[in-house]
């Protein structure tokens, strides 16, 4: 893109300002500014822009809704779906896809937060964790798992420097597929894009709804297509427990027909952070923990539970064809309130005290009330959910790794083996998946 082109572009959408220092930048500064406006989603800005005049007006849904039903199949028909998704496994027609795009900032780690040493002995990282479990899926089911694994611009170089310094963790490279979501400007309250420096444009991801279109630009869904996928098992970053491609979840989406499932646990008490699936106006939706009023997360049924007794840690299938219909619609745009350092008119930079921008993002779970047929599974929170989410306190590093002990000392007392409580356990995911899997393998201990 030449400086013109630039120019008429960015001032046929109200954004002539972001040239304002081309005059001070030297070549290699001016080659980037230009690159980045040649990238900029002029559609979506102004899709931002007319988010941010409704925002001041915006009254939220107030329309009811009811939580949606939660199934537990359990007996002949738990068995029945594992031996489904075994099927489906063997076939090779399931695809594991993780999002670590995210800046972690609760967390606040230097570097991607896939390769935060989570190992209570061996310090191995959350992607160590989660490339060992679909190696030891491969390896039980005779076939190659596909693992797709999307970063962002902030963490890409980072985390594929992560994997190949760890040898892909034995996986087969051929099998690993690293895509990167998409980016976008921050705007300000008028609506004019952000400057971080006088010569770049300040950037963040665009969300983990920003997976569907990233899909498709990177060739992640045309990689799928020629391996035949099905379905795609989808989790985040921070949740070493994940039982990746389990069997059974992915045995009742397909004998349920549905487009998506939604793995979901009983919350720890009613105003914890989770989203909650719920029906409304006859579709499924989300409706995220900012939305629900402290009456709605509070109140009790007849039986004294939680009337929103279940929470959605983001771990779900998905039809590949659901997905890849998705992947074409224009999905909704959310706006964070934020604290942005940025370049003023006179070229001087502004640490703000409180938020003086917008960053925009997509969500994932926007989709839901596009799909004709959905699954909510229960699933045991203590054998699959422990997120890593912030430095200390609940859902920090030390709670999950509290928690991967508790789970690596039932499967060992399922042996009959009892440890003390002050001896640390960890088991490799490639070794063995599940308790069964440690009883066939026997056990090879290594201080
Ligand atoms: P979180 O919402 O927990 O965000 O992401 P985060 O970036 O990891 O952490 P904070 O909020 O800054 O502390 C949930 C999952 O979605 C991914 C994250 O990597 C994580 O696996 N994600 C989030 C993306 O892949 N891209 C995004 O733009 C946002």
């Known amino acids: 893109m030449t400086y ?7 001032a046929s959408h109200d954004q002539a300002h972001v040239l304002q220092f081309w005059g001070q930048l030297n070549d290699s500064q001016k080659e980037a500014l230009l690159r980045q406006i040649e990238v900029l989603d002029f559609s979506s800005i102004t899709r931002m822009q007319a988010l941010l005049k409704n925002a001041q007006s915006k009254v939220s849904s107030s329309s009811p809704f009811e939580p949606a039903p939660v199934e537990n199949p359990t007996g002949a028909e738990l068995e029945t779906c594992v031996a489904e998704g075994e099927k489906l496994l063997k076939e090779g027609k399931v695809a594991v896809l993780l999002v670590a795009g995210g800046q972690g900032s609760r967390l606040g780690y230097d570097g991607p937060k896939g390769a935060y040493p989570i190992g209570p002995i061996t310090h191995n990282s959350l992607f160590w964790f989660h490339a060992r479990k679909v190696l030891g899926l491969s390896q039980t089911y005779g076939v190659h798992i596909p693992f ?73 869904f045309d990689d799928m297509e020629n391996r035949g996928i099905r379905h795609i ?51 499924y939706e989300m409706v995220e923990y900012s939305e629900l009023t402290d009456e709605q997360m509070e109140r009790i049924n007849p039986d004294g539970s939680l009337w929103l007794a279940y929470g959605s840690p983001a771990i779900h299938v ?109 088991i490799d995911p490639a070794y063995a998946l599940n308790a069964k899997q440690l009883r066939e393998h026997g056990l090879r201990i290594g201080c």
């Open 4 to 10: 013109e082109q630039a120019k008429n572009v960015l």
């Open 148 to 220: 797709y694994v999307m970063t962002s611009e902030s963490n890409d170089a980072a985390t594929r420097a992560h994997f190949e310094s760890n040898d892909y963790f034995g996986l087969p490279r051929e099998d690993v597929f690293f895509f990167i979501q998409g980016m976008w400007p921050a705007l300000t309250p008028a609506g004019k894009i952000i400057l971080d420096t006088p010569g770049h444009i300040f950037m963040s991801p665009d969300g983990h709804g920003g997976t569907l279109m990233a899909l498709n630009r990177s060739g992640a």
């Open 233 to 283: 098992f989808f989790f985040q970053v921070d949740n070493p427990m994940v039982e990746i491609a389990d069997p059974a979840f992915i045995g009742l989406h397909e004998i349920r027909n549905a487009d998506m499932s939604l793995k979901v646990c009983r919350k720890r008490d009613g105003h914890e952070g989770m989203g909650v699936v719920v029906t409304r106006n006859g579709h």
């Open 318 to 426: 998905f039809s590949y064809d659901f997905l890849k219909t998705e992947a074409a619609r224009a999905m909704p745009i959310h706006l964070a309130h934020k604290k942005i350092a940025m370049i003023s008119e006179s070229g001087e930079l502004i640490k703000p005290e409180a938020p003086n921008g917008y960053k925009f993002e997509k969500f994932i779970f926007d989709i839901i009330p596009n799909a004709k047929r959905l699954v909510t599974f229960e699933f045991e929170r203590k054998n699959e959910f422990s997120p890593v989410k912030n430095a200390t306190g609940n859902d920090s590093p030390a709670t999950t790794q509290r928690d991967l002990q508790m789970k690596w000392r039932t499967w060992l007392e399922q042996l009959e083996i009892r440890v003390p409580d002050t001896l640390s356990i960890e």
